[in-house]
């Protein structure tokens, strides 16, 4: 599996973001990559920075143009794709993840759990909160997904690696000095649940923050796969040998310790 962290920076025209983007998943395509990643929200500039209603009218459903197109890519150069994205449903709004296969076919959708509401990052006025972790198999391979201030509560990534999840997909939104606490906390969840990690940041200043990316790869060990990509747009590319997933928790037997006897007296 050759994985490629697609870090690009998003501006307020719609079409352009899509193209740039497209224009950087065939560079990964070129260099060999068979399963791809775009950062959080990327089609869209990051208006969560701000309170504003007229940014409703960036969603898409999940049959919109913005999913034809990435569907169209799959299936034209036979890769899967974590796509990111601002999704209308319903009459309802998700911070989303769409999961395409190498056949252009959506396996599903990941809506975000955990919506902060602080400044710069106003995600509750616009986003209904997510109510599942599901793990999606696309292409032989189980991935599950955490967006951004999802990866902040353990409980997520541990429940997806309870259902077999191999890779655990990081798409984040992420400004100023915090590099090295999202390292720290992806590397405990590489550890604790025996996955590979994949987090693929926003590039750019927009407003008053600066995306930074710093793109990572980690294996099942919390160890980087790759240096870091830095904080220009970028392709970050890396190998990773899904046996090294069970030969791991064969190694670190985690799962079969765990103790729900013990949790059920501990819980209120």
């Not at 050759?2 to 193209?19: F, G, H, M, P, Y």
């Not at 036979?78 to 709004?93: I, T």
């Not at 109510?131 to 391979?141: I, L, R, T």
């Not at 987090?199 to 995306?211: A, C, I, L, P, T």
Request: aromatic share 14%; charged share 25%.
């Amino acid at each position: 599996m050759k994985v490629a962290a697609i870090q690009l920076e998003s501006t307020k025209d719609k079409q352009q973001n899509l193209q740039r983007a497209l224009y950087l998943a065939s560079i990964a395509v070129e260099r060999g990559a068979n399963f791809l990643c775009f950062p959080e929200l990327f089609p869209t500039h990051w208006f969560p920075a701000e309170v504003d209603k007229e940014a409703f009218k960036l969603a898409e459903p999940l049959d919109g143009p913005l999913m034809n197109e990435m569907k169209s890519f799959a299936q034209r150069y036979g890769v899967s794709l974590v796509v990111p994205f601002f999704e209308e449903a319903s009459g309802k709004f998700f911070n989303s993840a769409a999961v395409i296969s190498s056949r252009g076919e959506v396996v599903g959708v990941y809506r975000k759990v955990h919506l902060p509401e602080i400044p710069l990052w106003e995600e509750r006025a616009y986003f209904e909160p997510g109510d599942s972790f599901p793990v999606f198999e696309v292409d032989g391979v189980k991935v599950g997904i955490q967006l951004s201030w999802d990866n902040l509560f353990p409980e997520g990534p541990r429940i997806l690696g309870l259902k077999g999840a191999q890779v655990l997909f990081a798409p984040t939104a992420c400004a100023f000095r915090t590099q090295q606490r999202w390292l720290k906390l992806l590397s405990g969840h590489a550890i604790c649940n025996g996955f590979f990690v994949v987090r693929v940041n926003r590039v750019g200043k927009e407003r008053h923050q600066y995306f930074y990316g710093m793109s990572f790869f980690l294996n099942p060990d919390g160890e980087l796969l790759t240096e870091p990509a830095g904080v220009e747009e970028g392709v970050l590319l890396a190998e990773m040998d899904l046996t090294e997933v069970k030969r791991t928790r064969r190694k670190w037997y985690l799962f079969s310790d765990r103790r729900p006897d013990l949790y059920r007296e501990l819980l209120p």
